[in-house]
């Protein structure tokens, strides 16, 4: 069985995050790097992937920033979606080489890996053909969207566990009009921890992959400078907190 490293990276800025998978991509693409998961969480964040359209941001980007919500067009594919506090968001750095060579596979296990957790959880959810992403009826419960070069992923799935579902109100999500997006804490009507749920999902990670994830500071897999990087960013944080 492979290890894959597990870095969990908290309430951390979209860009930072950013910045941090395509370092990690670069050392897993010249093999000076296991694989790795990175989870955790986003302050407000709209993101427009490849396949994306700006007509499916409802307010003029410049307000983006006026609303405390950022925004960036980004390599992943698929359309437009929303971060926030209490949505999981997972980044798998992997080789496909590795792991079957195979991008529609790959995406086919994330949905996988979410379904499964979302039924530990109690709550039925299921693929809908044609559409990426798991869907609790006609309801939206978690977004996909990938980018591969090389062979190595990045960008990756966003679990909405408990959190404030309005700002999808600024966008079309995903791209598809009249689409009703939900969260865990909604289908329960209950409140519900993100640390709960990426416990259950990183087991769930390891049997679909046939891996070992075995948690890691950023500093014992040879990425450098990331201190100062998140000073950066929890001090923009805080800074920004009035």
């Not at 925004?71 to 750095?93: A, N």
């Not at 296990?109 to 609790?136: K, M, Y």
Request: aromatic share 6%; glycine share 10%.
């Amino acid at each position: 069985m492979r290890t894959c490293h597990l870095v969990d990276f908290g309430l951390l800025s979209y860009g930072t995050a950013l910045t941090l998978q395509r370092r990690l991509a670069t050392l897993r693409a010249e093999d000076r790097l296991s694989d790795v998961l990175l989870v955790g969480e986003h302050l407000p964040v709209i993101t427009l992937g490849r396949a994306g359209q700006k007509a499916h941001l409802r307010i003029p980007e410049s307000f983006c920033a006026t609303m405390g919500v950022e925004f960036f067009e980004v390599e992943r594919g698929g359309d437009i979606t929303y971060h926030g506090p209490g949505q999981l968001v997972g980044y798998p750095v992997l080789n496909l080489i590795d792991h079957g060579r195979d991008v529609h596979r790959y995406l086919r296990r994330l949905e996988a890996i979410l379904i499964a957790t979302l039924s530990d959880f109690g709550i039925a959810a299921s693929r809908s053909i044609g559409r990426t992403g798991v869907w609790v009826g006609e309801r939206k419960i978690a977004s996909l969207g990938i980018h591969v070069g090389r062979w190595v992923t990045r960008h990756g799935f966003a679990l909405n566990i408990d959190m404030d579902l309005a700002p999808f109100e600024l966008i079309v999500p995903c791209g598809i009009p009249g689409v009703t997006m939900t969260s865990m804490a909604r289908e329960l009507r209950r409140q519900i921890s993100v640390d709960d749920v990426t416990a259950v999902l990183i087991e769930h990670f390891e049997s679909a992959f046939d891996v070992s994830l075995l948690p890691a500071l950023l500093s014992e897999i040879g990425v450098t400078g990331w201190v100062g990087m998140r000073e950066r960013d929890n001090a923009a944080v805080i800074g920004g907190a009035h």
